[in-house]
Nanobody, 124 residues
């Protein structure tokens, strides 16, 4: 069964950095687009970034451009989201998701498997 496991969340001060990881024990991610989404309390889930199966194409929501970087390593079967200069508005639960049928998308419905999420809190 395809499972996604996120890690790397935590509490960080504004301006700080975190790196989130997404891996899938027993399922190769290398042929799937992977997306990172976040959901803040009382808000809808938002697409943050995605990366194509080859890693050659990446997308970011405007609010994180220049601060977040998505990457992947097929051999390690892992996708990362490097987050720099974090701000309070970045607070939320971050999820990684697999899109096995299409390329990068910011639409949550396009993704067929989701991790359990990891909490990111940016606060002084």
């Amino acid at each position: 069964q395809l499972q996604l496991v996120e890690s790397g969340g935590g509490l960080v001060q504004p301006g700080g950095s975190l790196t989130l990881s997404c891996l899938s024990p027993g399922f190769t991610l290398r042929y799937s687009a992977i997306g990172w989404f976040r959901q803040a309390p009382g808000k809808e889930r938002e697409g943050v970034s995605c990366i194509s199966p080859s890693g050659d194409s990446t997308n970011y929501v405007d609010s994180v451009k220049g601060r977040f970087t998505i990457s992947r390593d097929g051999a390690k079967n892992t996708v990362w989201l490097q987050m720099n200069n974090l701000q309070p508005q970045d607070t939320g639960v971050y999820y990684c998701a697999v899109n096995r049928l299409a390329g990068c998308s910011s639409v949550a419905m396009d993704y067929d498997h989701w991790g359990q999420g990891t909490q990111v809190t940016v606060s002084s």
